[in-house]
């Protein structure tokens, strides 16, 4: 998969890629990702990709053309069609059903704004999927961008070594009418730390006992915490 990232940040992206998830799936070739500097494609001689708003008001905003430029530009680059993804506030909200269907295509195009908006024209024109990270307010698209780029990253068959893959599968746990569930507690050594005991339970190695009592607490878990998860008849999409 290719993921072409359009920013006037560019340089945010590789120290915090390299080192992770998605730094391992481009070091096993199942992964690329492109940064491509807006900036380079302003027409003017102060570089200029923001102006004022029409109809006043604070803030400034992204204008068109440098960004459908680059945009263009970026689509070249490779043959395979790019499906474009704006990152936005006004954007659905990313879930891993979004993430597992976006890690299944061949090249994402995300454009990370850092302004109060974008023109709504070029919006219009690009026609983009718009997509959000959850209800707070960030300076910007770079860091949903990157949070996209590593939700994906870790779905390339290839990237998860064994463990990882079936803890991936187990990670999935559902309930029985398919609906998402939070993870159970984990311990390690020592038995007794600051005189807290881990569940006898997990010391017992009745493996069938210490499954149903991680299917309970994952259970109880999630209706203490997250009982949205738990409110429709399916997955929440
Ligand atoms: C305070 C400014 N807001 C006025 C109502 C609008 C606004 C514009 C731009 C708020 C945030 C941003 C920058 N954020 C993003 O570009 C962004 C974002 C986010 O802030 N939260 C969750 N997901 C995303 S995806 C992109």
Redo the contacts with the bound molecule.
């Keep these: 998969m290719r993921i072409d990232i359009l920013t006037i940040f560019p340089e945010m992206f590789e120290p915090a890629l390299a080192v992770s998830i998605p730094g391992r799936a481009r070091d096993a070739g199942l992964l690329s990702w492109h940064t491509t500097d807006i900036r380079d494609f302003t027409t003017d001689k102060h570089s200029k990709v923001d102006d004022r708003p029409f109809g006043g008001g604070p803030?400034m905003v992204m204008k068109c053309q440098p960004l459908w430029d680059a945009v263009r530009h970026t689509e070249a680059q490779d043959e395979r069609p790019a499906t474009r993804i704006l990152?936005?506030?006004q954007?659905r909200t990313?879930t891993q059903p979004l993430v597992e269907e976006l890690a299944s295509l061949p090249r994402l195009l995300l454009i990370?704004?850092?302004?109060?908006?974008i023109d709504e024209r070029v919006i219009e024109r690009l026609d983009p999927m718009e997509?959000?990270?959850?209800?707070?307010?960030?300076?910007?698209?770079e860091?949903?961008?990157m949070l996209l780029v590593d939700a994906v990253a870790r779905l390339q068959s290839g990237v998860l070594g064994h463990a990882d893959s079936a803890a991936e599968d187990s990670f999935s746990h559902k309930d029985e009418q398919g609906r998402p569930l939070l993870d159970c507690p984990h311990y390690t050594r020592p038995r007794e730390w600051e005189g807290m005991e881990v569940p006898e339970v997990l010391l017992s190695g009745d493996h069938p006992k210490v499954d149903d009592w991680r299917a309970e607490q994952r259970l109880t878990r999630t209706k203490a915490r997250r009982p949205d998860l738990l409110a429709g008849e399916k997955p929440q999409q």
């Design positions: 803030g990152l936005t506030p954007g990313l990370a704004g850092h302004y109060e908006g997509v959000s990270v959850g209800d707070y307010v960030l300076s910007g698209g860091l949903p961008a």
